[in-house]
């Protein structure tokens, strides 16, 4: 059964045994820590925080959400039992062709159950942590949606953007770059000299934050995303100061205005980034000014931090599954799966080569395609690109340095990247290279490579069906 809301997804996860309740820890550094020692456990659990030291019983936050395979599946609508290959290939197939379902209003709102409006707002009251040691404030918003409508078209685009708390009722809404919608619209109003309405919902369907991830284009909305992703429509209901078109069942609504940066701005951050580092010291940074702020009865924040790799927000590489699609989009035939490694930092592209060149033509589409990603490696199919160490093999017996290897220069990365210096960002370098590793047999002389003596997956799978038991200890 598709979970209703974060609060279902949550009786779901406990139901799979991969819910760790914790009581009694501080916002202050120690709920963040938590929450990356587990994630860097083998079954990396969710956390579900009580009794948060300074809040109230029943005020909670919720972590390591999605972080695993099984639980990034079951926020998919995905069997939580596949192969995280498996897995990411049905993901791929479903999102190649996503039927998108409109949201429906619903008569009432669960996140109306407590409402604060004007001088009574006070987001001192949420739990809001501070991540990381040197993080320059509490965030709210680490894996919160950010709701806004077009002024021209009436779009609405809801995407994750980090939410950090100023004052009772003054937070920050920080866009990476010009390009994103939120920043696109936003610009909209403050070009006329308004300030731009918006939300942001902090504990809301998973659904929703998976398609507040997704790169929808211009004009999509992420709410029809994630109603593809269920099969069901997002419930939604008119905020009372906005209109905005807000998730009913979400736990903890803002409701206010993005002040034009002319009129205002504060210094943002520095925020621990998902490549492991600061990449900036604070920057202005856009002011929401709160009007009113909802929740629900023992309110849930969804947690997302960033943490040093390998643990990252999604357990399933969704940016793999983008990457694969695009390859089969662009008529590169043979792809046995597409993965990435390091927080999406390397990609891995398994294929099983028809003709010389193929192994190139995929490396450079996924590279081109590779947000912020060094290292893109192509290996044969008989390679699990899900596993590092079977593409390690693949790179140390497979790849000849001298004849293999390409580097493409001033490629997509970002001002998050913490080796591009600090002065060349000043300068607007913001790109960097690239190193393409064919870890492929040779095309032209593949019949004569020696053949591997390791046992093929199908029959690793079946002797482990077979024999299993008699391997297990006693
Ligand atoms: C947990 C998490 C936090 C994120 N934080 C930010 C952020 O602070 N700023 C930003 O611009 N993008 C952030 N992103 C990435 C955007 O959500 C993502 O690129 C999305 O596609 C942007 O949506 P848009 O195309 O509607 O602008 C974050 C993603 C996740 C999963
Ligand atoms: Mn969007």
């Known amino acids: 059964m598709p979970y209703k809301d974060l ?40 956390l579900l925080f009580d009794d948060i030291k300074g809040f109230p019983k029943g005020f909670r936050v919720f972590t390591n959400a999605t972080t695993n395979p099984q639980r990034a599946a079951l926020a998919l609508g995905l069997d939580p039992m596949l192969r995280p290959l498996d897995a990411l290939k049905a993901w791929m197939q479903k999102r190649q062709t996503p039927r998108m379902v409109a949201p429906v209003e619903v008569p009432r709102a669960a996140f109306l159950q407590n409402s604060a409006r004007g001088a009574d707002v006070d987001l001192g009251k949420f739990p809001a942590p501070y991540w990381h040691k040197q993080d320059g404030g509490p965030y709210i918003g680490s894996g919160s949606l950010v709701i806004m409508r077009d002024p021209h078209s009436g779009w609405i685009n809801a995407s994750i953007y980090r939410v950090q708390v100023h004052g009772a009722n003054t937070v920050t809404v920080q866009f990476d770059h010009a390009g994103r919608h939120g920043a696109i619209i936003a610009k909209k109003y403050w070009d006329q000299g308004k300030p731009c309405p918006l939300a942001v919902v902090n504990g809301e369907d998973p659904a929703l934050f998976i398609a507040g991830f997704e790169y929808l284009p211009e004009g999509a909305s992420e709410y029809d995303f994630a109603g593809a992703i269920k099969g069901a429509p997002i419930e939604i209901f008119p905020g009372p100061v906005t209109g905005l078109p807000l998730p009913a069942l979400a736990e903890i609504i803002l409701e206010g205005e993005l002040l034009p940066p002319g009129q205002e701005t504060l210094p943002e951050g520095p925020f621990g980034e998902f490549t492991g580092y600061y990449a900036a010291d604070k920057r202005p940074c856009p002011v929401m000014r709160v009007a009113a702020v909802h929740h629900r009865d023992d309110p849930i924040l969804l947690g997302s931090p960033p943490m040093k790799p390998p643990r990252f927000h999604f357990g399933l590489p969704l940016r793999a599954a983008g990457i694969w699609s695009n390859l089969e989009a662009a008529g590169v035939t043979d792809v046995a799966g597409v993965w990435q490694h390091v927080a999406q930092l390397m990609t891995v592209v398994a294929l099983r080569q028809r003709y010389d060149g193929h192994a190139k033509r995929a490396a450079l589409i996924a590279a081109a395609q590779g947000y912020m990603g060094r290292l893109v490696v192509v290996v044969d199919d008989d390679v699990d690109p899900s596993d590092v160490n079977d593409v390690m093999w693949a790179i140390t017996t497979r790849c000849e340095p001298s004849e293999q290897v390409d580097i493409v220069r001033n490629a997509w990365s970002s001002a998050l990247d913490p080796r591009i210096p600090a002065d060349a960002k000043e300068r607007g370098t913001t790109s960097h290279s690239k190193l393409i590793i064919e870890a492929v047999r040779p095309f032209a002389w593949k019949d004569k490579f020696p053949p591997t003596s390791a046992l093929s997956h199908d029959d690793a799978r079946a002797i482990a069906k077979k024999w299993g038991d008699a391997l297990k200890a006693k």
């Open 7 to 46: 609060r279902e997804f949550i009786t779901q996860v406990d139901a799979l045994g991969a819910l760790r309740r914790i009581a009694g820890a501080d916002p202050r550094f120690e709920l963040g820590g938590v929450t990356e020692v587990a994630a860097g456990q083998p079954d990396c659990p969710a």
